[in-house]
């Protein structure tokens, strides 16, 4: 009855590669997010989508590409991995009316060699 | 949105009550305080928030001052498991569809001793 996965739950690649990390939720939430914890715990929004629609793209750089097939799912794919992207990803959802609150996934920990 | 400050650690003893405080002297009157945690290695979980008035939920207590300008985040028996990073976040509660995205800060390390 998880609310919210997250797969993998770590990734190691190398420099350059090309990786996806997947989300999940099963709350109904017609919102998500994904958000990036680095290596000194600052928490930070990278995207949201509403009903599979981009809605926050915070700066994040063009190899960054979230999709969304459907309202359950968002998908983060990252092209040419770099050293600095090494980082916890996590993945969240809420509903319209409550955004406040926002269920987190596990987080997947990314460690680019 | 307001900006916020927290001290960086706690310590509080199991099963007393643990106090966290929170600065948002530059709150305006439409936003609320938002109390966030995050357990390592887990993703942040929502805890409790509020206007003015003083709220409570199976989780915690919290307390606004009046001129709101800072409150607390009460636990009221610590336990081990609530060894965490709370992290207090203002903010007005206006849903945009998808543009709601909350600011975490550095938050405070509470750690329970037993």
């Known amino acids: 009855d998880t609310a919210v996965s997250q797969t993998p739950k770590y990734l190691v690649t190398q420099m350059g590669n090309d990786k996806s990390i997947k989300c999940e939720q099963n709350?109904?939430?017609?919102?998500m997010y994904w958000y990036k914890q680095d290596s000194k715990k600052f928490l930070k929004i990278m995207f949201s989508?509403?009903?599979?629609?981009?809605?926050i793209n915070e700066t994040v750089p063009n190899r960054f590409s979230p999709k969304s097939p459907d309202k359950a799912h968002l998908n983060l794919h990252i092209n040419s991995l770099e050293l600095g992207d090494s980082a916890v990803y996590f993945c969240?959802?809420?509903?319209?009316?409550?955004?406040?609150?926002?269920?987190f996934g596990p987080g997947t920990r990314l460690l680019v060699l | 949105d307001a900006k916020t400050t927290q001290p960086p650690s706690m310590d509080c003893a199991e099963g007393r009550a643990a106090n966290l405080p929170c600065n948002h002297s530059?709150?305006?009157?439409?936003?609320?305080v938002y109390w966030y945690r995050q357990i390592h290695s887990q993703g942040p979980q929502y805890i409790i928030h509020?206007?003015?008035n003083n709220e409570t939920n199976e989780m915690a207590s919290l307390i606004i001052t009046e001129d709101r300008k800072s409150s607390t985040l009460i636990l009221p028996h610590a336990t081990l498991r609530d060894t965490a990073v709370y992290y207090c976040?203002?903010?007005?509660?206006?849903?945009?569809?998808?543009?709601?995205?909350?600011?975490f800060g550095t938050g405070t390390r509470l750690t329970i001793i037993p």
């Open positions: 969240a959802s809420s509903h319209p009316t409550r955004w406040w609150t926002q269920y």
């Open positions: 709350l109904g939430h017609d919102t």
């Open positions: 989508y509403n009903n599979k629609e981009l809605i």
């Open positions: 530059t709150i305006s009157g439409n936003e609320y």
């Open positions: 509020g206007l003015k």
């Open positions: 976040i203002v903010r007005v509660p206006i849903s945009n569809f998808g543009n709601e995205k909350l600011t």
